[in-house]
């Protein structure tokens, strides 16, 4: 039996494995996007009622992976702190929330991006995933509280997975994208 924490994990382990398919063909590709919102349909349900701890462990569980699946997905790209996007981030169609760009990366040839804001509170997903919906995304998981958020969008051209996360340097809203 899968325990909240667990069902978190799987989640955002869903949408990372999502980000990272972007050099594969588009049949793999459709396949994986399926199954993700599969997974991330049967998710969304049971997230609902999980307590802003068990999301803070699993955000924490994650956290460490974070830095391995971006890497993975965005095939060895560093991610800065330059205070700017990378190069090639779709701004026109991947809204980023209000706050101050702490910077980025960039996979090679247009496969994928991050991108980090300093926000002003976690309550600022709310906007983020409005930003989103606003540019013709659809969500396919979400949950947030008062300590953490995450959730997955896509669109027609663009997956984004989205974290929220409340650390001892502020919040940080971190942006993975990968082209569709």
Do not use: H
């Not at 994986?32 to 609902?48: H, I, K, N």
């Not at 997905?73 to 209000?98: C, E, I, Q, R």
Request: proline share 3%; net charge negative; with cysteine.
């Amino acid at each position: 039996m899968r325990t909240p924490t667990r069902t978190l994990i799987a989640a955002v382990a869903a949408g990372i494995t999502l980000a990272g398919l972007a050099g594969c063909s588009s049949d793999a590709v459709k396949q994986a996007t399926d199954l993700g919102s599969s997974v991330a349909s049967s998710v969304s349900e049971t997230v609902q009622g999980i307590d802003g701890k068990a999301i803070q462990d699993g955000m924490s569980s994650v956290a460490g992976g974070i830095d391995g699946a971006l890497d993975t997905a965005l095939k060895g790209a560093n991610v800065t702190s330059d205070g700017k996007v990378p190069d090639g981030f779709p701004t026109k169609d991947v809204p980023l929330v209000d706050g101050t760009v702490i910077g980025g990366g960039a996979g090679p040839n247009g496969s994928g991006w991050v991108a980090q804001v300093r926000a002003s509170s976690v309550d600022d997903f709310a906007a983020a995933s409005q930003q989103l919906a606003d540019a013709g995304f659809t969500e396919s998981a979400k949950r947030a509280d008062s300590s953490s958020a995450f959730g997955m969008f896509r669109s027609d051209a663009y997956r984004v997975v989205l974290t929220f996360s409340d650390g001892a340097d502020g919040v940080t809203a971190t942006y993975i994208v990968t082209p569709r």
